[in-house]
């Protein structure tokens, strides 16, 4: 199984630049989520979706835009990249079921992104 | 809102020995999940163990083990003959069941095991 799956692992920007991190899971799953990772703060929420069309923001959500016109898709964008974004992005994605994979939530593996 | 509180910034083991990992939160539900997750050097996020608030029983992994305090709000990690791969940051996390699926998570827990 494939999972949760980031796109790129790697990413170098320049102040002023956008990109675009392709998140997309194959296991069906309503919930989506981005976080950045910094260290010394944990991981902190920056946008999430409850299911197809639906996003919402979470805790740092400035800078950031996303769109999930798939189920299986979550894309997360940099209109103008910042400094301040330089960090490690995970994607996630978890659904409320009764079974024992539900209500656990399931992480990508990464994406490093330097702003210059 | 839930906060989720790890006090331990860095700990150190020495290899099979036994090492607890603390972590409490903060919430008004009464249904909730409670996770521990584990972030190697590789920062791969990998599930090490879940527990249902709803159950008494504390859940057990293999090694890994917590000791849950629904009153205190308490939920520690042990983990027994600790070994070179345990080595991670550590990371507890909060699921509520009136939170839309949200998922809140803690500072971390640098945990080092010496050999």
């Known amino acids: 199984n494939a999972g949760v799956t980031q796109t790129p692992k790697f990413r170098v920007l320049k102040t002023g630049q956008s990109m675009t991190l392709l998140c997309a899971q194959d296991?069906?799953?309503?919930?989506m989520y981005w976080y950045r990772q910094d260290p010394g703060m944990g991981l902190r929420l920056i946008h999430y979706?409850?299911?197809?069309?639906?996003?919402a923001k979470g805790e740092v959500p400035d800078g950031y835009n996303v769109s999930r016109l798939k189920k299986q898709n979550f894309l997360l964008g940099l209109e103008s990249a910042a400094p301040s974004q330089t960090s490690v992005y995970f994607c996630?994605?978890?659904?409320?079921?009764?079974?024992?994979?539900?209500?656990?939530?399931?992480f990508g593996e990464g994406s490093w992104l330097t702003v210059v | 809102a839930q906060t989720v509180t790890q006090s331990q910034p860095e700990m150190s083991v020495q290899e099979a020995e036994t090492v607890t990992l603390s972590c409490t939160y903060d919430?008004?539900?009464?249904?909730?999940?409670l996770f521990w997750y584990k972030q190697p050097p590789s920062r791969q996020m990998i599930l090490v163990i879940r527990?249902?608030?709803?159950?008494?029983q504390n859940a057990t992994e293999n090694r890994f083990s917590v000791n849950f305090q629904k009153a205190a709000k308490s939920f520690s990690l042990k983990i027994s003959d600790s070994q070179l791969g345990d080595t991670a940051m550590y990371f507890c996390?909060?699921?509520?069941?009136?939170?839309?699926?949200?998922?809140?998570f803690g500072t971390g827990t640098s945990l080092t095991v010496i050999p």
């Open positions: 996390a909060f699921m509520g069941w009136n939170t839309g699926n949200q998922f809140y």
């Open positions: 296991m069906n799953h309503e919930y």
């Open positions: 919430t008004s539900e009464s249904n909730y999940y």
């Open positions: 996630a994605s978890s659904s409320l079921t009764g079974a024992a994979s539900g209500n656990t939530i399931y």
């Open positions: 979706s409850v299911g197809e069309g639906t996003t």
């Open positions: 527990q249902e608030a709803y159950k008494q």
